[in-house]
C-alpha cells in the first residue's frame, strides 16, 4: 500500500526537516491517500504494543500527564472511536509497535476498545526514532525540558555524537559565534555546523539561545533528570523538586510520582516551614557553635499559616520581602524576576556550604 510516509521512508536521513515534518502534519488531516482508498487499517488494539528500541536508542515520550489522558480518553468515549490514526510498524513477533500515536493507543487499552485505525509503515530502528522524534516535537504539548531532550537526541541521531559531544559541539558554535573562539574547529565541521543550525530553525531556535537557555534546563540534578526521563516524574514537578535541599529531592521524587502538581508544592511548602521553623529555634536557644542570640536582637511575627516566626533582623527583612514578592503571581512569572531569585537561592547554598565547612548543621 503506498502513502506518503512510505516514501518518506524511502528517502534518505538526511533530507530535509520540514519535509518530514509537512508530511507528519498532512497525516493528520487526511485519511485516504491518494488513489482514494483508505490509506489506513483498522487494528486490534491488543496486537499493539510501545515502540521498542535498543538500549542505545530512547523513546522521545516517556512521560503522560494524567490529567490530558484523561481529557483525550473521555474525547475519544464521547466519539466511540479514534479520529486520526497512530502511525505504527510491524515488529519480528508479528505485533505493532507505536512510533506516533502512543497516548490514543493508551486510551484505547484503557477504554478496552477493540480497534484503532492505523498506518503501518516499514522503518529501521534510527529512522523511526527519527520519526517519533518529530513528532513529538511537533505536540503542542510538550514542555521545555522535553522538547530541549528531543532537538538534542534528534542533533544525536543526525550527527552520530553521544548526547555530550553534542553539547560540547553546540558551545563551540556559540563561542565561536560571539568571540571568534575555535574557528578551525567550526570551519572543519561546517557541515555539522549546517545541519544544527537547520534543525534548531525549524523550531524558531538558534545556537545561541537554545545554548543560554535550553541547555540549562537539563543542568537538573542527576537522579531528577533521569525520573523525567524514565516518565516517573512530570518536567514540571522535577523544576519544583530541584529547588529544595538535595537531601529532601529523593523522597520529593517518590512523592510526586503519585502526587499532583498542587499535591508537590504544598509538600515543599510544609518542608520549608518545617527547616525554618528549626532554623529560628536553633538561633533562639543557640546555634551549635555555642553562641546565644540577643533577646534584644529578636523579633517575632505570624505569617499566613499562624506560625510564630522569630528572626534576626537581616532574616526577617529577607523573609519579609519574599513572602510578599510570592503573594504577587503576575511578577513572578516576570523572567528577570525568576533568574534573580535562582541567585538568591545559589546565595543561600553558599550560606549552608560555609555552615557545613564550620560544622554547623542546619538540619
Known sequence: MTSMFEQAVGAQKEEELDRLRA???????TQTSGSGEPGFI???VAQIVALRLPDNLKQPRRYFDPEKLAKLRDSIQKHGQVLEPILVRRAADGL???ISGERRWRCCKELRLDFIPAMVVEMGDETALEV??????????????????SILSLLK????QTFEEVKQFLIAIKNYQSRGDGAELIEASSDKVAIIEAVLEEFGLKVSSFVSNRLPLLNLNPQIIEAVRSGEISPTSATLINRTPEHHQVALIDF???ATKTQLKEKIDHLKQMEWSQRVNSEVEGDNSGIIMPA??????VDNSGIIMTTVPVQERIYTRLKSIRRRKSLLKDQRVQEHL????????KIEAIAGEKGISLS
Not at 534584644?296 to 511575627?301: F, G, P, R
Open 23 to 29: 508530511e507528519i502534519e498532512q497525516l493528520k488531516l
Open 42 to 44: 483498522q487494528i486490534p
Open 96 to 98: 505493532y509497535e507505536t
Open 132 to 149: 517519533a522524534l518529530i513528532a513529538h516535537l511537533l505536540s503542542e504539548e510538550i514542555s521545555a525540558i522535553e522538547e530541549t531532550d
Open 157 to 160: 541521531l543526525r550527527l552520530g
Open 256 to 258: 510526586s510520582k503519585t
Open 296 to 301: 534584644s536582637h529578636l523579633q517575632s511575627e
Open 342 to 349: 535562582a541567585q538568591v537561592d545559589s546565595v543561600l547554598e
